[in-house]
């Protein structure tokens, strides 16, 4: 893989090849896809290892001294050699940076999982390098919505955030930010989002226009005067009752402004890197609080923390570097009416094979410039596909159909026909007398053979597939690439090939297509999901399915007909728990408790979501044929829900439990689904569920035999 490495002896920088990490325990491996190029400190950095060694001697007279005690201990030889030794090692630059994890190490399972996206933080953990091997307490997940490059900004933000905190400031103080580079940028945001009045003072103009975009009161130039005089009448006399010092210089004539612009008994946090040369008569006079704030937080430094994983207790350190990442990745959401917007500060953008130019721009001071953004070469992965909109509206359903085996006789055709604004038009069927019986028995217009006849009929806007499972993708796409909206019964397909054959004709059609996942459209279901919608955290699902055996012999398990029992019943739960949950689904990982020698009916799925949500299907052959087929019990935010077998809902919640009935008896929805694709044709679409969905539940089902195949968990990213 790729790196950007610094000699520390020289002050060289390369983008260098070098071997890929491996992930470890109490640690993730990330895949990275943007990172951060720190201005500030990253220059501050490169400046140093630049310096001869007099320079970083004078720089450094504290490691001067650990020299100095070293050669009076082991001589000056032997000196002399470990401190070449220490300035030959490879100097890893970056620290802030978002990916991909790609394996999770011992320790992590179940707080980080592979596809998720995440902001890594820490000098020599999350570098400028296409993979990161990043311990758990330095990672936070990115939510949905926030993109990479913006998660890339999460360790900067923690570093004005814990600035920030340290100052304490409350509701209506005035706070000046000495520095509005990049974390003072960001800090003068966040103190705006906690309700504190911001002054930012700097020397580059643009950079105050900026601050006064993003939520500044009061934007000052240094050096102009009347500063005091402004600050006193914002303050009615008092002074700022904080200072952020953000600044990088050598001077320290920031802490000499701190002094002057500070109330009385007023706290000054340094954030950034100055000199410390400060006026003490002010400091006393008004008995002002100095404090140097620590990177991004409590646990920053600490090998317990950082590196094993410890946790601090949160009634005594509530906010530390890992809590502070978290939220500032949190902050950066749209979904929020005020928000850290720190896309507005990104000035360059430059893929990585060009990370050395990057550095030239940073360090050669030529160009101004603020967030510099490395951007990474993305893995080939299944993008969820889009469609295009369906045709104009109809004004009726008029259907063709597709095979007529005994579900479609007994349960589909009598739906539909029940249906007002629904015209029975061609029966098609490979036999013709099936046919000819179905066209006399439910009053089909026209009974066929040819497939070809059905499909060129402008008359007919909607088909249903009701065929074996072997060729419902086939059919599928043909009626795509006719321009009919098509509802197919379940599985959508038997494998990838498949399923990517049904998304290109989709994707060139002015039909659309819905699956045969009924159970979504039950009544008890749509009243559950609207319940569980309430609670926004992560919830957790336990689908018990008492399926019964089936005959060796049955079409279902042919593998040329039917797929076997996971892609043709399995399918249903999978997308139950999709239409339950309401987040996508991130990775699949299913165990066999046996497989007969008719396929695979003893197993169960666990399905992880991406906003945390976690889905348990226990599907079985081995129960009594006389007890409840399904149950599914949901658990969200102190709510308790059980749909026992599509007859009763059961609620239980603030110590109480109510049921409700679906009827006169058992209803899984196949009039409602049959309804809703009717209505959609008529209309002109869009499809009563989204097509990508299904597409994703279809994959997911797919991913199950492939997680048997391989014994492990599967990525739908992948």
């Not at 340094?270 to 404090?291: N, S």
């Not at 992965?381 to 045709?391: E, L, T």
């Not at 279902?556 to 999709?578: P, S, Y």
């Not at 077998?645 to 409700?660: A, C, D, Q, S, Y």
Request: with cysteine; aromatic share 6%; charged share 20%.
């Amino acid at each position: 893989m790729k790196q950007v490495i610094q000699s520390a002896r020289s002050g060289k920088l390369a983008l260098t090849e070098v071997p890929e990490p491996r992930v470890r325990s109490g640690a993730v491996l990330v895949r990275t896809r943007a990172s951060l190029i720190s201005a500030g400190t990253e220059r501050m950095v490169i400046d140093f290892a630049k310096k001869s060694l007099a320079g970083k001697a004078k720089e450094r007279p504290d490691l001067v001294r650990k020299v100095v005690d070293k050669a009076k201990r082991d001589g000056v030889l032997a000196t002399f050699k470990a401190v070449m030794a220490r300035l030959d090692e490879p100097l890893p630059l970056g620290y802030s940076a978002a990916g991909e994890v790609v394996a999770v190490g011992a320790g992590c399972e179940g707080l980080f999982q592979v596809g998720q996206r995440v902001a890594m933080a820490g000098a020599g953990l999350a570098n400028h390098a296409e993979l990161n091997v990043v311990p758990r307490n330095l990672v936070a997940p990115i939510p949905d919505g926030i993109s990479d490059e913006e998660a890339c900004f999460g360790t900067v933000a923690a570093i004005a955030m814990a600035g920030l905190r340290n100052l304490a400031p409350q509701l209506g103080d005035v706070v000046a930010v000495l520095g509005v580079g990049l974390v003072g940028q960001i800090a003068q945001q966040l103190a705006t989002l906690a309700g504190v009045r911001v002054i930012a003072i700097d020397v580059n103009a643009a950079r105050l226009e900026l601050a006064r975009r993003t939520g500044a009161e009061l934007a000052w130039k240094l050096g102009e005067p009347g500063l005091a005089e402004a600050v006193a009448a914002l303050t009615g006399g008092l002074g700022c009752d904080g200072i952020l010092v953000c600044a990088a210089t050598e001077s320290s004539e920031p802490l000499e402004l701190a002094a002057e612009l500070a109330r009385d008994r007023a706290k000054v946090v340094m954030v950034g890197k100055t000199g410390t040369e400060f006026p003490y008569a002010a400091f006393m006079k008004k008995e002002l609080q100095l404090m140097v704030s620590r990177s991004y937080g409590p646990g920053r430094y600490d090998e317990d923390f950082e590196g094993r994983g410890l946790k601090y207790p949160a009634g005594w350190v509530r906010w530390t570097e890992a809590e502070n990442l978290k939220e500032c990745v949190r902050l950066m959401s749209p979904a929020l009416t005020r928000r850290l917007d720190v896309g507005a500060l990104i000035t360059h953008r430059f893929p990585f094979e060009r990370a050395e130019d990057a550095y030239q721009l940073v360090t050669g001071g030529a160009e101004p410039h603020l967030g510099v953004i490395l951007h990474y070469e993305e893995q080939t992965k299944a993008a969820a596909p889009s469609f295009p909109a369906p045709r104009a509206a109809a004004g009726g359903c008029t259907l063709g159909v597709v095979g007529a085996g005994n579900f479609a006789r007994t349960v589909l055709l009598p739906e539909f026909k029940r249906l007002p604004g629904v015209s029975f038009h061609t029966i098609c069927t490979t036999r013709g007398q099936t046919a000819e019986h179905a066209r006399t028995a439910f009053g089909f217009a026209k009974a066929t053979t040819d497939l070809n006849a059905l499909l060129a009929d402008p008359a007919i806007n909607g088909v249903l597939v009701a065929t074996r499972h072997s060729n419902h993708a086939e059919l599928t796409a043909r009626c795509l690439a006719a321009g009919k909206s098509v509802i197919v019964e379940k599985p959508l397909a038997l494998d990838r090939a498949q399923l990517n054959q049904v998304i290109t004709a989709r994707q060139d059609s002015a039909g659309f297509f819905l699956v045969g996942f009924n159970r979504r459209f039950a009544p008890l279901t749509v009243k559950a999901r609207a319940l569980l919608a309430r609670h926004h955290g992560p919830k957790m699902l336990v689908l018990r399915v008492n399926a019964g055996a089936l005959p060796a012999e049955s079409w279902v398990n042919a593998a040329e007909e039917g797929g076997g029992r996971i892609l043709g019943e399995v399918c249903h739960f999978i997308d139950l728990a999709r239409a339950l949950v309401g987040s996508p689904i991130a990775t699949v990982q299913a165990d066999a408790a046996r497989v007969t020698h008719g396929g695979c009916d003893d197993l169960t799925v666990t399905l992880a979501f991406k906003d945390g949500s976690l889905a348990t299907i226990i599907y079985t052959a081995q129960g009594d044929s006389s007890y409840s087929k399904e149950r599914f019990e949901c658990f969200a935010g102190g709510t308790v829900l059980v749909i026992d077998n599509f007859l009763t809902l059961t609620v239980t919640e603030n110590g109480k439990t109510r049921t409700e009935k679906a009827g006169l008896g058992q209803d899984k929805g196949h009039r409602a689904e049959l309804e809703a694709f009717a209505a959609a044709v008529a209309a002109g679409g869009p499809a009563p569920v989204d097509e990508a969905e299904l597409i994703e539940t279809s994959l997911a089902t797919i991913a199950v035999l492939e997680s048997l195949a391989r014994g492990q968990r599967v990525s739908l990213a992948e």
